[in-house]
């Protein structure tokens, strides 16, 4: 089946010790992007890659840095974690349109913790 | 920017039973896509169904329907028939048509379904 997969689920590190998180899809689809969702919160955009485009959030920050090698990957490194990261990563992927009307597809995330 | 809010944190129907989950949100834009997603304990969000603004007829998807109110700037979700297995995380999001990808999202309901 095509889908979005995460890796790890479960990531712990320790405080400013860099962390990487990845993920790869079987879609195809060309815009991938990464969102922050802290408990009880909502997912919040962090940035997103049109092809190999890289579109940054004004508020994401730049601790957060992201990397997309080929269509199927991307990846999110945060370089040095704070106590305040700990959240569940989201990846998502949607193919383009003129009206962005189609509808994303999310992995199952990546639960931080940093310690 | 534009918000989405969503008044009900958690919400609770019985199975068979018909439950609304609601959503408001706030825009000055005349084109634009409004979506519900789910979010299962554990797994990934997947779309549940999606309504465009230019369209006047209420969008339906099997047991899921949704009462778009443009004026009002509403967006509620009707669960009819409810199972065991619609237990889960629901996002109100909003997306713009003209200006980027993001998803807007609303903090969420958490729907508990009893038998």
């Known amino acids: 089946d095509a889908m979005v997969i995460q890796n790890p689920r479960y990531q712990v590190t320790q405080f400013g010790k860099p962390v990487t998180l990845s993920c790869s899809q079987t879609?195809?689809?060309?815009?991938m992007y990464w969102y922050q969702q802290k408990s009880s919160q909502a997912p919040k955009l962090l940035f997103h890659?049109?092809?190999?485009?890289?579109?940054n959030e004004a508020d994401t920050p730049d601790n957060f840095q992201s990397r997309r090698p080929n269509t199927s990957f991307c990846f999110l490194d945060i370089r040095s974690p704070g106590l305040g990261d700990a959240a569940m990563y989201l990846c998502?992927?949607?193919?383009?349109?003129?009206?962005?009307?189609?509808?994303?597809?999310f992995g199952p995330g990546t639960r931080l913790t940093v310690l | 920017a534009q918000t989405v809010t969503q008044s009900q944190p958690e919400m609770s129907v019985q199975e068979a039973e018909t439950v609304t989950l609601s959503c408001t949100y706030d825009?000055?834009?005349?084109?634009?896509?409004l979506f519900w997603y789910k979010q299962p304990p554990s797994r990934q969000m997947i779309l549940v169904i999606r309504?465009?603004?230019?369209?006047?007829q209420n969008a339906t998807e099997n047991r899921f329907s949704v009462n778009f109110q443009k004026a009002a700037k509403s967006f509620s979700l009707k669960i009819s028939d409810s199972q065991l297995g619609d237990a889960a995380m629901y996002f109100c999001?909003?997306?713009?048509?003209?200006?980027?990808?993001?998803?807007?999202f609303g903090k969420g309901t958490s729907l508990l379904v009893t038998p």
């Open positions: 879609l195809n689809h060309n815009v």
């Open positions: 309504q465009e603004a230019y369209k006047q």
């Open positions: 890659y049109y092809d190999k485009d890289f579109n």
């Open positions: 998502a992927t949607s193919r383009d349109s003129a009206y962005g009307r189609n509808e994303q597809f």
């Open positions: 999001a909003y997306k713009d048509s003209n200006s980027g990808y993001a998803l807007n």
């Open positions: 825009t000055s834009e005349s084109d634009y896509y």
